[in-house]
């Protein structure tokens, strides 16, 4: 072999010994698809953040239609985002909205479409179960839930958390391939021959820098989300 090629090998060590970890840069988290997490994202609160109906119709306590048939009184409405400012007592029921909170002393929602109105009570022809279409705080994601680990490729495999990740107020930063990651350099590596060729020809005694390697296909800098 001539004494002027380089090895895979030796080019592969030549990048890992010139190679310095940059300090992650936030991006907006729409600006980051095929960027990678330099950290976990992890649940800053639960989700959802408070108890809401799964469905329209009337928030009332279970206990209540034992004995149905029942005729409860209406005493008002919850509307996302206009709750029922007060508590549901015995032989009370509140029309609600799908994703309004649930009112206090309520644990049960049973569908409008399963009852009757009559002026301002509603009739209950049958025993409701608690829980009974009502998504509890925390259902989905628990405070301090990991979502997405250090590593993690945002992109469409990450797509479902998009929504939860931007209501937590999330970002994303980027850095460069570091020296721990050979397999990552390795693809750099053959992704782009003509900067290994530069590099290649580079003086091995020349003083260590900052560079990095060209991003390859397929291969893109990974990302950092700030603390949520």
Same mark, same amino acid.
Request: charged letters at 15%; proline letters at 14%; one cysteine or more.
């Given at each position: 072999?001539? !004494?002027?090629?380089?090895?895979?090998?030796?080019?592969?060590? /030549?990048?890992?010994?010139?190679?310095?970890?940059?300090?992650?840069?936030?991006?907006?988290? %729409? +600006? @980051?698809?095929?960027?990678?997490?330099? &950290?976990?994202?992890?649940?800053?609160?639960?989700?959802?953040?408070?108890?809401?109906?799964?469905?329209?119709?009337?928030?009332?306590?279970?206990?209540?239609?034992?004995?149905?048939?029942?005729?409860?009184?209406?005493?008002?409405?919850?509307?996302?985002?206009?709750?029922?400012?007060? !508590?549901?007592?015995?032989?009370?029921?509140?029309?609600?909205?799908?994703?309004? +909170?649930?009112?206090?002393?309520?644990?049960?929602?049973?569908?409008? &479409?399963?009852? %009757?109105?009559?002026?301002?009570?509603?009739?209950?022809?049958?025993?409701? !179960?608690?829980? %009974?279409?009502?998504? @509890?705080? #925390?259902?989905?994601?628990?405070?301090?839930?990991?979502?997405?680990?250090?590593?993690?490729? /945002?992109?469409?495999?990450?797509?479902?958390?998009?929504?939860?990740?931007?209501?937590? #107020?999330?970002?994303?930063?980027?850095?460069?391939?570091?020296?721990?990651?050979? @397999?990552?350099?390795? &693809?750099?590596?053959?992704?782009?021959?003509?900067?290994?060729?530069?590099?290649?020809?580079?003086?091995?005694?020349?003083?260590?820098?900052?560079?990095?390697?060209?991003?390859?296909?397929?291969?893109? !800098?990974?990302?950092?989300?700030?603390?949520?």
């Amino acid at each position: 072999m001539p !004494e002027n090629l380089w090895t895979p090998a030796a080019v592969r060590g /030549l990048l890992l010994e010139r190679v310095r970890p940059l300090p992650p840069r936030a991006v907006p988290l %729409q +600006a @980051a698809a095929g960027l990678v997490l330099a &950290e976990p994202v992890v649940a800053a609160t639960e989700m959802p953040r408070f108890t809401s109906s799964a469905m329209d119709g009337f928030a009332l306590r279970a206990a209540d239609t034992a004995r149905a048939p029942v005729r409860l009184r209406i005493l008002g409405r919850a509307l996302a985002g206009r709750p029922f400012a007060g !508590e549901v007592g015995p032989g009370a029921a509140v029309a609600i909205a799908t994703g309004a +909170a649930v009112p206090p002393e309520a644990d049960a929602v049973v569908p409008v &479409e399963l009852v %009757q109105l009559d002026g301002e009570t509603v009739v209950v022809d049958r025993p409701v !179960e608690p829980g %009974q279409h009502i998504r @509890a705080a #925390g259902e989905d994601v628990a405070a301090g839930t990991l979502l997405l680990p250090a590593g993690t490729v /945002l992109g469409p495999g990450s797509a479902p958390l998009a929504a939860l990740l931007t209501e937590l #107020g999330a970002v994303a930063g980027v850095y460069p391939v570091v020296p721990d990651d050979p @397999a990552a350099l390795a &693809e750099a590596v053959h992704a782009s021959p003509c900067a290994t060729a530069s590099l290649a020809r580079a003086s091995a005694s020349s003083p260590p820098s900052s560079m990095h390697p060209p991003v390859g296909p397929g291969r893109q !800098e990974p990302a950092r989300p700030p603390h949520l």
